[in-house]
């Protein structure tokens, strides 16, 4: 049986509002962990919670001003994506980057693939852009 990651008590099955009570109790603790694990949850929509773009990002940028690798490379998607916030591959990359230097996720292979996109932070006469070739 597998236990809560924050307080080690076994886990119940289909029991959402148990789980999410714990969480909750953790993200008042500012724990960086369970922040960004709740915004995972708002970002599908689980546990009892209706689906939030807009939370889960507040949760991500909150668990990463805290240090969380996960949020970064959350947020990372986010913007690459356009999913809750407007899509900037350049502010993915850096994202991106902040996750693989602090290298806890294996990240590497996001820049591979955001790499192979030729995406470029910097355009003519060093402007910020992007350019891609497909």
């Known amino acids: 049986m597998l236990d809560c990651p924050f307080c080690r008590t076994p886990f119940t099955p289909d029991n959402d509002a148990a789980e999410l009570a714990r969480v909750r109790a953790r993200?008042?603790?500012?724990?960086p962990v369970a922040i960004n694990y709740l915004g995972e949850k708002y970002c599908h929509g689980e546990v009892g919670l209706q689906k939030d773009m807009r939370r889960a990002i507040e949760l991500w940028e909150e668990a990463k001003q805290l240090g969380s690798v996960r949020a970064l490379f959350n947020l990372g998607f986010a913007y690459s994506r356009g999913d809750g916030v407007q899509e900037d591959e350049v502010?993915?990359?850096?994202?991106?980057?902040?996750?693989?230097?602090?290298d806890m996720l294996g990240v590497g292979s996001i820049l591979v693939v955001m790499s192979s996109r030729r995406v470029n932070t910097t355009g003519k006469n060093g402007a910020q852009g992007i350019s891609r070739s497909n």
């Open 27 to 31: 993200v008042e603790k500012k724990d």
């Open 91 to 102: 502010k993915a990359v850096e994202l991106f980057e902040q996750a693989a230097i602090k």
